[in-house]
């Protein structure tokens, strides 16, 4: 089972997950399954609520109680 702290801040609103991912997918940093700029999986880091694009292409998203408000950027 996924702990308690890691379940709390991965994504679950499949929009959001789709706009990060079709962000990356258009990006000069993405090589494969990776960003050349910070290394990391994309399909991993895009269902990550606090984590952001290292070139700014989307922002983290804020988590308030079970809500998530949408900070992506264009």
């Known amino acids: 089972t996924i702990p308690r702290r890691i ?3 991965l994504l679950y609103d499949q929009d ?10 258009g990006c000069e ?3 494969g399954l990776n960003c050349k700029k ?3 999986f994309i399909s991993a880091k895009t269902k990550i609520a606090i984590s952001s694009c ?6 983290k998203e804020t988590i308030e109680g079970d809500k998530i408000g949408s900070l992506v950027t264009s």
Do not use: F, T
């Open 7 to 9: 379940k709390n801040i």
């Open 16 to 25: 959001i997950i789709e706009k990060r991912r079709a962000l990356c997918d």
């Open 29 to 31: 940093y993405r090589l």
């Open 38 to 40: 910070c290394g990391c």
């Open 54 to 59: 290292p070139v700014g292409k989307w922002d």
